[in-house]
């Protein structure tokens, strides 16, 4: 039973810097960017031809992110520079990253047997979970830290005002294009790092691993608001966490699901009514309330 | 000084919607100089000020601030120089980030925002005596959202950012259309005294007469365009309200 947690706290972790990725987008700058599902495989296929030509772990980590960070600069590109909603963009370099990925990756599927990972590098404890388990947590801790530290810089908050208030950051001497694509670039790095976590946690990368990874992020994203809200939080390190702890609490509700014997094709549904319950849920019970909310952005 | 050489904004041009918003305008602006715009709507007030901000590009003409050629140069790299304070008093600050983020910012105005943090003791005790200085008891809420404060505090507020940074010119747009008696008294009597103590070159666009008669040294309505008036200190200083009402008959 044991071992179901620990499955579940690893695949969060793993997902953690997409979910920060998504909260950069969605929450800092208010940009609906799905280029996710394809910069993740990205992350991935890239993890899996570079590690298969025998390069070591963590020369591949910056490789990956440098990918992930190009998917972000194209959507960022098209949405500032072509002005097409940053929506479409996302769909539209997603949809060309799934030929990108399967040129790279050359097939559909590369497993990772024998192959030396970043899980392995360390081996402190005797059980390969807790080994695993102990690298995924210095990343992400160092990674909280980084993206904390990012956010209370002057840099940082030129980003908060940017998705705030773009009508005032211009007359401040910011530029929100540039600001906008280096965010979405950032996003994209985390969203890749994710695709080289998972790739070697799981053993193999398949072309298909990033559909409707998305909706993931988004989930733990949309926990972490809720959480923000209902514990009257501003602090922005207490909100990186709450959206870690979103992608854990996902992560168990799926583990949950598949321990209770449903089958797996229902788990992209059950994920999507999830979803579904963590946005309706506070306006339901707004509604009831008496006070009907205005309809509002994810 | 900002120096406008015969700036024209039209828009839709050769559309039947064609509008002339800006009729070979040429307007100097001098050092220190409080110039007041009035002028009934749809007169180009606004566009004239977004064509100085850099928010909207001219049609044909040419605009230098300090001798320097701007007419090309986008509103970002134009704050520099120049401040603006909107109608809107929700447009000129971020309400989700703290007081103290937006006043962070707006001292870096004309600066790189660096990869460092720049929010310490020094810079709160900064902010804290600026804000005191405006008597509305706001010093000891720097780490409140500025969405939770209300219009006429953030415009006061969104003032006083102004000039947190070096600025040369201060573009205020209808600052108190959309505040009480009161705050409005405070934003204009702000503007006033950073325009005698500091020399800020301030322009103010305003429908309230009795504010066009008592601030500014220069008073200028604009009509279809084009400017109709210029008075300089000692016209406007003999100028009654009953003569202003008279303008927009």
């Known amino acids: ?298 | 000084m900002i120096s406008l050489q015969k700036i024209s904004k039209i828009f839709n041009k050769g559309k039947v919607t064609e509008v002339i918003a800006l009729n070979e305008i040429s307007l100097q602006i001098h050092q220190g100089e409080f110039l007041v715009i009035v002028g009934a709507n749809g007169s180009g007030k606004t566009t004239l000020l977004n064509v100085m901000e850099g928010s909207q590009m001219p049609t044909t003409g040419r605009i230098e601030i300090n001798g320097q050629d701007v007419t090309l140069l986008p509103e970002y790299k134009r704050s520099r120089w120049v401040a603006r304070v909107f109608q809107n008093p929700h447009n000129g600050t971020a309400p989700d980030l703290t007081i103290l983020d937006n006043f962070r910012l707006a001292a870096l105005r004309t600066q790189r925002k660096n990869l460092t943090i720049g929010i310490n003791e020094a810079f709160k005790k900064k902010v804290r005596e600026k804000i005191a200085g405006l008597g509305m008891g706001l010093e000891n809420k720097i780490s409140q959202p500025m969405g939770s404060l209300s219009g006429g505090q953030r415009q006061a507020l969104t003032l006083l950012m102004c000039v947190m940074d070096d600025t040369e010119i201060l573009l205020l747009d209808e600052p108190t259309a959309a505040l009480d008696p009161r705050s409005a008294l405070v934003v204009m009597n702000l503007a006033d005294k950073l325009n005698k103590d500091l020399g800020i070159t301030t322009v103010l666009i305003t429908h309230n007469l009795k504010d066009a008669l008592v601030y500014g040294n220069r008073l200028i309505q604009m009509q279809e365009g084009k400017i109709a008036q210029d008075l300089n200190t000692a016209e406007k200083a003999g100028l009654l309200l009953q003569d202003l009402y008279t303008w927009f008959e």
Not at chain 1, 28 to 55: E, K, Q, R
Not at chain 1, 141 to 153: N, S
Not at chain 1, 211 to 235: E, Q
């Open chain 1, 1 to 298: 039973m044991s071992q179901f947690y620990l499955t579940a706290l690893q695949l969060s972790i793993c997902l953690g810097p997409m979910a920060m990725g998504i909260f950069i987008t969605m929450k800092v700058f208010n940009i609906p960017d799905i280029t996710t599902d394809g910069s993740y495989t990205l992350g991935a296929v890239v993890t899996a031809v570079l590690l298969s030509s025998h390069w070591n772990a963590l020369a591949v980590l910056p490789v990956c992110m440098l990918a992930g960070a190009v998917a972000g600069t194209c959507t960022g590109l098209i949405h500032t520079k072509l002005r097409i909603d940053a929506l479409l963009a996302g769909i539209l370099v997603m949809t060309g990253l799934y030929s990108v990925n399967l040129i790279i990756l050359g097939r559909s599927n590369v497993p990772l047997i024998n192959i030396h990972t970043v899980f392995n590098t360390l081996s402190l404890f005797s059980t390969d979970l807790y080994n695993q388990l102990f690298v995924a947590l210095v990343m992400i801790i160092l990674l909280v830290f980084l993206l904390r530290y990012l956010l209370l810089t002057d840099f940082g908050i030129a980003m908060r005002a940017t998705g705030n208030n773009p009508v005032m950051t211009q007359s401040m001497g910011i530029n929100n294009d540039i600001i906008k694509i280096i965010g979405l670039a950032m996003a994209n790095a985390l969203t890749a790092l994710s695709g080289f976590l998972v790739a070697q946690y799981q053993n193999f990368t398949d072309i298909n691993m990033g559909i409707g990874i998305v909706i993931t992020g988004l989930g733990s994203v949309l926990i972490a608001d809720a959480l923000r809200i209902w514990l009257n939080v501003t602090h922005i390190g207490l909100q990186i966490l709450f959206v870690l702890a979103g992608s854990l609490l996902f992560q168990l509700v799926l583990a949950f699901t598949l321990a209770m014997g449903i089958d797996p094709n229902f788990l992209k549904l059950v994920t999507a009514v999830f979803v579904l319950l963590i946005v309706a849920l506070p306006r339901v019970s707004r509604q009831l309330q008496g006070s009907l909310p205005n309809q509002s952005k994810i």
